[in-house]
């Protein structure tokens, strides 16, 4: 099975911006463009919970209440890439954060349970 690689995370201070990419692993994954991908995030001792998504097109995003205003999700399927552009992080942002593969090409649910090809994720640390 594809699995799909987080990066990006890292040590910021509160306020500050980091930009998460979500890519293949290392052989092409010819059919990344018609999946809908999902960003989440687990926190020690909190179950995983889903931050944003993306529709396989682009054309349709969500985000959850807590990050709605500072978090931008885009994609660039020509390089079978999603990114995650968090800005005016707050300590309570810091998790690891994963990306995963939607049933198909429109997001129709953001339920970790329904998402697939999980990776390691990649650790945001928000010092306050």
């Known amino acids: 099975d594809v699995q799909l690689q987080a990066s990006g995370g890292g040590l910021v201070q509160a306020g500050g911006s980091l930009r998460l990419s979500c890519t293949a692993s290392?052989?092409?994954?010819?059919?990344?463009?018609?999946?809908?991908i999902g960003w989440f995030r687990q926190a020690p001792g909190k179950e995983r919970e889903v931050v944003s998504g993306i529709s396989s097109s682009g054309d349709n995003t969500y985000y959850a209440d807590s990050v709605k205003g500072r978090f931008t999700i885009s994609r660039d399927n020509s390089k079978s890439t999603v990114y995650l552009q968090m800005n005016m992080l707050k300590p309570e942002d810091a998790a690891v954060y994963y990306c995963?593969?939607?049933?198909?090409?429109?997001?129709?649910?953001?339920?970790?349970?329904?998402?697939?090809?999980w990776g390691q994720g990649t650790l945001v640390t928000v010092s306050s």
């Open positions: 290392a052989y092409t994954f010819a059919g990344f463009a018609d999946y809908a």
């Open positions: 995963a593969r939607g049933p198909g090409g429109p997001l129709v649910t953001t339920h970790p349970a329904d998402f697939n090809s």
